[in-house]
Structure formats: C-alpha cells, structure tokens
C-alpha cells in the first residue's frame, strides 16, 4: 500500500558544512507526523523538492547520486513496509511503531509484508503494471505493453542472463536496442527475418521506459537514470491508392472469387470514411443517424461524423445492412492484396526504411505494400489532392495537428511538383 510517506529537508537546518539532512517524513495525520533521519545529507542546493529527490549536478564529494538514492528509496520502502505491518494489526500506533523500529534489525514484523523476491521480478511487475493500466489506457496500448514484455523475455533469453531492475543502465539500453534492430526474429514470417522497424522500436523504448518511471513513482523501485533511454521515429513510408485505382478496385468483377467481395467492400468502405480498420470494420447501427455516422473512434476515443458517400451507403446499407462481415486484421491484410493485385495494381514500388545507421530499400509490386492502414492513408491523401481543407479532413481522420497529417499523407511533394510544372509549362520556351 503506498503511504503518506516522503523525503524532505528541513528549512533552516543547515550544518557548518553547509549541508542538510534529508529526513523521512511520515503523516500519520493532519496533527501527527514523524520525522526520521536517513544520515544522509547533502547540501539543500541540491535537493529537487518537486521531483522529491537528489540533483543529478550533485558534487562527486557528497556521493554519488545513483548510490545516495539507491539508499533512499530503500529506506522509504522500509517505512512503508513498517507502516503497513502495524496498520494490519490495527491495535499498533503506526507512527510509533515506525519511529520505534525504524533503526532495528529485526525483521519479524515484515513477514506479512509483500516482499518476497518473486513480487520484484522484472516480469511479475510488468503484469501488475498491466492490470493497473488496463482501466485507463485502449486495448491497443495494453497490446504495445504486452510486446515489450514479450520483447523483453526474448532478449533475456538471447543473451543468457536474467533481467532485474539492476539491469536497466545505459549499457543496457544500447544492447538491447541493438538486439530489436538486429537479432529479434520474426516468428510469424514464412521466410526468417531478424530485426524490428525504428517505430516499433520505439514504441517498445517508450513502453518500457514508462514502465520504469511508474514503478519508480510508486517507490516500489530504486530510483533509475532514464535519461539517456532515447525514444526513436522515423516518417513512414507508405502506398496509397489514387481514386482512379480506387475506382478499379470497386468496379472489379469478383464473380470467379465471391469470398474476396467481403475484403474489396471492407477496404473501400474505409477509403470512402476515413476509419481505421478497427472502426470501419465495426459499424454498427445506432451509428447512422440522418445519413452520417456518428463514429467513437476506438483508438483515440474522440468522436467524429462523417457524410455517407453514395457508394459507402451501398455497401454498408444496401449490401450488408450494416452488417459488416466480422474478419481479423492478419486475414484481411493477406487477401486485400490480392483483390488489389487482380486490379492489376502491379508496378514496382520501392519503400525505403532505416536499419540501425543503414537505409533499407525494399521492391515489391504495388499491391504487395496494400494493407488495411492503406484505405485511412488513401482517404485523407485523395481528399487533399482534390482540394478539400486540411482541417475539415483532420476532424474525420482524427489527426491532431497539420504536421502529423502531413508527415501522414502520401501526396504532399507530388502536389509541389505540379504546381511547379503547371507555372513552368505556362513560361515561354528559350
């Protein structure tokens, strides 16, 4: 249980070296409070009160601050643990209980306490954290954390040697970094590959940094240096498709293959609103009210109404009756691309990404590249090339600022070089 428990320095208290005492402080209530002193002190300069800890400028002659915080957080775990112990016995006075045995050794009184060595594995905490999370965050989130976690135990196993939380210094952060980039291999691929995208990188770094921070907050961990844990992105590089292949895709005779129907109405269902592929595949019907939908994003969970183009509405009402066929997101990215590919979407397209300090070129036939994103991509880049303002397309695509849609959009750099063929086709010749 985490208690009314803090570090502080005394106003005032300063020594003839010019330093403080840091005392632990424990408010057993609003006339009632305890203080306890550490032993260590260090000059009130250098005493974060807002962060409740020590300067990372701290002077090499006080100590190390990585050390005289280790020391810290053990000492305020030991108070907590203290208050508990006589909070569960209720006839116990906590404040005195913690003032009278602070200093002792004995360790009878903490043998009900949560302490044992299994409730501070790496991945047991991660769990708690999960659960913890679960009420406040999407289930998108909770898969991202559950990743790293997976990330994580994949990497332990890699190098040999178990992971605690005396692991995460710098060193480790590079390591593992080089691993996922590298060495992490891709379970599910028909052909063996090895190493993750920066983005998804990235999200692992986040995820777990994260985690770090609120087990740190909640003094259930010593306090880590997370500085140097960078965070990592790159723009993506991504297909989409002009409304004139749209136009193809919906027109295509499928009469030979009727299974794929399902997939071509789903994409262009989403080409035609904006949605991603986990809110154009769930439409339901108190969502249409006077031929717009009324759609809470699941992502983000800010609300959006969108028109209902002409074709949208033949597929969702007079097709499916707003029924929409209830598919997996691996399902439909497999046979999305070979709807497109029987368009006869087939060009070349080369994607390049980074791989450590390396850039990656990647060929592959257009309708390789489709996949279930493709339709939101398709819809803010084609109602952008046909003039539609930017904002009115960011309210429907959900994005929050005009740099993030146009790092977003496929279609930006095209534009500028027609705008700049039309001015130079309209100069005359030398």
Known sequence: MHQPIKLIIKKGKVRKDGTSLIFLQYCYSSSKRVLISTQVAIPPFYWNKKADRISENLPAEYGGVLSLETSLREKVRRAEKLVDYAIKRSKICPATFLKTNFLGN????????????????????????????????????????????????????????????????????????????YEIPHLRRKNPAKGLRVNTIGKTIKQLKGFLKDRISKKIIPYIDLNGYKLMEEEVDGVY???????????????????????????????????????????????????????????????????????????????????????SNVKFNYYIKEVVRLTGITEPVKITHKKGNKIIEEVRPKYAWVSSHTARRSFCTNEYLAGTPIDLIMTISGHKTEKTFRRYIKADRMKKACMIKEIWDSQPAL
């Open 106 to 181: 004995d360790n009878f009184y903490l043998e009900s306490v949560d302490y044992d060595k299994q409730k501070m594995d790496v991945f047991y905490q991660i769990e708690k954290y999960i659960k913890d999370k679960r009420d406040f965050v999407q289930e998108d989130t909770v898969d991202v954390i559950r990743n790293m976690k997976k990330h994580l135990y994949s990497f332990q196993e890699y190098r040999k040697l178990a992971i605690t939380f005396e692991s995460f210094d710098l060193k480790f952060y590079e390591d593992f970094v080089k691993y996922l980039t």
């Open 241 to 327: 498709l002009s409304w004139s292949e749209l136009s193809r895709v919906y027109h295509l005779d499928l009469s030979g293959t009727p299974f794929l129907e399902k997939y071509r109405d789903m994409f262009v269902l989403g080409c035609l609103t904006g949605f991603r592929f986990s809110d154009y595949s769930n439409i339901k019907f108190n969502e249409l009210r006077d031929g717009m939908l009324h759609v809470t994003q699941k992502k983000t969970l800010s609300s959006v109404i969108v028109p209902l183009r002409e074709d949208a509405r033949r597929i969702l009402i007079d097709k499916y009756q707003i029924q929409i066929p209830q598919v």
